[in-house]
């Protein structure tokens, strides 16, 4: 799995669900653990859709 930065879509996407989770007024820490799963959730389905070809560059 890459560290490579979320494409703006990726972004606004974890922005709207964070925003929906706020005006819920769930704790802080709860949100920042969401955020972080969401962001390698993310970034696992990318790696895993790149294919064998692009994940051994």
């Known amino acids: 799995m890459t560290?490579?930065?979320l494409t703006a879509a990726e972004q606004k996407e974890?922005?709207?669900m964070l925003l929906d989770l706020v005006s819920?007024?769930?704790p802080e820490s709860f949100l920042d653990e969401v955020r972080k799963k969401a962001v390698?959730?993310?970034r696992k389905l990318k790696?895993?859709?790149?294919?064998?070809a692009k994940a051994t560059r």
């Open 40 to 42: 390698l959730q993310i």
């Open 3 to 5: 560290e490579a930065p």
């Open 24 to 26: 819920k007024n769930l």
């Open 47 to 52: 790696a895993e859709s790149a294919g064998p």
């Open 14 to 16: 974890v922005r709207s």
